[in-house]
Structures are given as C-alpha cells and as structure tokens.
C-alpha cells in the first residue's frame, strides 16, 4: 500500500540505479571531474533546488532528520518552544523533542492544517519557531502564518513531507519559510524507499544544516577531508543507490501530481451533492498535491457508520498522525531528560476543535494509499475511469 510514486517505477529507476552499479561508486562523494563517478545525489541536490526555486537542498535519509537537522541548523534548543499541529505525523513532535525543545500543539481548521488563529493564541516570549505541516499534501495558510512569523520575529519550518511537489499561490513548498523539509517515504508523492531533503535560501543555514548532515563537514566536499570543522555532526547522508531512483522520480513529479489531481477531480464530481457530506478546505486548489479526497460529515455518527461499510476508519483513529493516539510521547516515554518537566505538551482531548474535526473526517485514497492515514477505501494512481466511478459508487451507497 505504497504512495503514487511508487506505483511508478520503471524503467527510468531502474536506468538511474544501474549506472550507478555500473561505476562501482556507491558513496554520493567522489570527483565531479571522474567520468566513472555518476554524482546522482548531488545532482538530485542542485536539481531538487531548482525544482522548488531555492538555491540549496541537502539530500538526507530521511524526513525525520530533515527536520531534526533544520531545528538544530537554526539553534532550536533547550527550553525553546516550536508551535506544531496536533494532526501530524509522530515525526514533527519527536524531532521537536529531541532537539530539547518543547512541542506547543495548536488546532487545526477544516483544511486539516494548522489554524493560524490558535498559532497566536499559543506564542509565548519561550516560542522560537512554527511549524506548519502541509498535511495530506494540501498548503497551510501560508499568507496568515508568514505574517504571525514576521509580527512575532519566529522562524518559520516548513514541514512538506506530504507534500513534495505542491505550492501555495505560485510559490513551491518548502520554499517559503526559513527552511523548508521533505520525506522520500514508500507512502509520498515520490519516493526512494526512504530518505528525504532540506531546502533553504540562506547560505549560512546551508552550510549548517550540511554539516549536521555530514560530520560537520563544509558543503559537497569530493573525498575524504582532514582538518577543522566548523561544528559536531551526525551521520544523515545517502547513498548513490538511494539518490539514482530519487532522481528518476523527481523528474516524473509534475505529471504524477497532475494525473492525481484529474483523478481526485473526476472521483470529488462523483460524490458531490450528498446530504451530510462536504470536502475539506484547500487554500490553493491548483496547488496541492491531490494524493486524498477527504470528506468531513456533518455529524461523528454518520462518518463512523459510513467508513464501517467500506471497512475504513475516521481520521481520528489514524495512528500516529493525530496526537490522541501518541501514546509514547503523551506518556511521556523519551530519553531526553526532563523534558516532562518543561513540556507544554497537550493531553487527550485538549484540542476540542482537531478532534471534532478529525471524528467527522474521511480520507479516502487517490494516490496515497495507506491505512495508518486513514486511507483504507479508494483508487490509486493508475486506476481507470470506470474503477474511479465504481468506487464512487460504493461511497455513495454507504451515505445512503
């Protein structure tokens, strides 16, 4: 049950990975000049930033250090206070605490991201940074949230793990706060297995977020280097194997989104006008991913029975994307000492408006297939028009 990329392979990964194997150079460092040395992670780097209209991307391994390299690239530290949706996946949160700092969770709007309204409801003089989540691949508010960041001096971290691809009035996700991060996850827009990128405008930031990445090493060195480093790193980087089918994805990304998006189309045409059925909100239609429809009832009641007779579930019980069910962390289960202490973390039920929301939300599959999202019931990328309108038919027969 993997994401549209994946439904995607073909022989263009399977080019990318044999050059690779044909040269014998696995590591993504070695001579640009060396004929036999293919750089596929490098140029997915230089291309990936073009792609979104940045000037720097980092390719790491996976969503999860993306963001965790962007907290501590920008001096996300103990005690500091990262405002954070309470619908996302586990990943936001967690890097959040590892990075010693202190989740702050908000509410979310009808869009399933997070709303700006309760972002400055929840800034304090401990807030340093908001991070959106582009949930779904759907764009937050962007305009709302970049001016809160700008009347509050707050950085602003760009979660798009769900969203590669995307934009919001023009402008590529990833693109528009301080940082922008990215998951090449079987279950995303596109995919390498795992893995995943950092996107930035700032050459300092760059530098640091490189060296975090990579023993503290300067950007794109060719072999082994000697000598001072600028600061202690960790061990994030990919291989050439990895960044190969990354590669070869990325250049089928625009015709993978613009086909999800036809799909979502014909299926939301389909299943319009149902008494008690709405769709949620999106701030920018011709920008979003397309990979879910979801549908949000009028009532708890009518969502449950409908997603009981396609053998689906509410958003509400998807797993570790929506805060309730964290039980790790809502238990408090880290290593990080004290934060328990320090934490402002919300407990069950202290997001009246995302639970009310998520327990009348249904996601059903158009491109992400995935059940931990609540995606058990759909179509997928390469699904004909006739099994489109079949299984329309099946949720519009469990409305009834």
Request: proline share 3%; aromatic share 6%.
């Amino acid at each position: 049950m993997p994401g549209p990329g994946a439904y995607w392979i073909d022989k263009e990964e399977k080019r990318e990975v044999m050059d690779v194997l044909s040269s014998g150079y696995l590591s993504r460092y070695g001579d640009l000049e060396n004929p036999d040395f293919k750089h596929k992670v490098y140029t997915l780097e230089q291309e990936f930033a073009k792609y979104c209209g940045v000037k720097h991307a980092i390719a790491t391994s996976s969503g999860t250090g993306s963001i965790l390299i962007s907290l501590l690239a920008l001096g996300i530290s103990e005690g500091d206070e990262v405002i954070v949706p309470g619908y996302t996946f586990i990943a936001s949160i967690s890097s959040i605490i590892y990075a010693r700092s202190v989740p702050v969770l908000a509410e979310i709007d009808e869009s399933l991201t997070v709303d700006p309204d309760d972002i400055e409801k929840k800034i304090t003089n401990r807030t340093r940074a908001i991070m959106p989540v582009h949930m779904l691949g759907n764009p937050c508010n962007m305009h709302r949230i970049m001016e809160i960041a700008e009347k509050h001096n707050l950085v602003v971290i760009e979660d798009c793990c769900q969203a590669a691809g995307a934009s919001y009035k023009g402008k590529k996700l990833g693109s528009i706060g301080k940082i922008g991060t990215f998951s090449l996850n079987v279950f995303k827009t596109i995919t390498a297995g795992d893995g995943g990128l950092i996107v930035t405008n700032n050459d300092e930031l760059y530098e640091r977020a490189f060296g975090l990445h990579d023993q503290g090493h300067k950007p794109n060195r060719t072999g082994l280097e000697v000598g001072r480093r600028s600061l202690i790193g960790l061990n994030f980087r990919i291989n050439e194997l990895t960044g190969a089918v990354a590669l070869a994805q990325l250049r089928k990304v625009d015709k993978i989104i613009q086909t999800l998006r036809e799909k979502k189309n014909r299926f939301k045409q389909s299943i319009s006008n149902i008494p008690g059925v709405g769709f949620r909100k999106v701030y920018d239609e011709k920008g979003e991913c397309a990979t879910l429809l979801t549908v949000i009832f009028t009532n708890k009641d009518m969502a449950a029975k409908v997603c009981e007779k396609l053998g689906t579930k509410t958003i509400s019980h998807s797993g570790w994307h929506v805060y309730n069910n964290m039980e790790q962390i809502l238990e408090h289960k880290t290593p990080v000492a004290d934060w328990s202490e320090r934490s402002r973390f919300a407990s069950i039920g202290s997001l009246p408006k995302t639970d009310d929301i998520l327990q009348r939300a249904m996601n059903i599959s158009i491109g992400v297939v995935d059940a931990g999202l609540g995606a058990g019931f759909g179509i997928n990328i390469n699904s004909t028009d006739e099994e489109i309108e079949t299984c329309a038919q099946k949720f519009k027969h469990a409305c009834s």
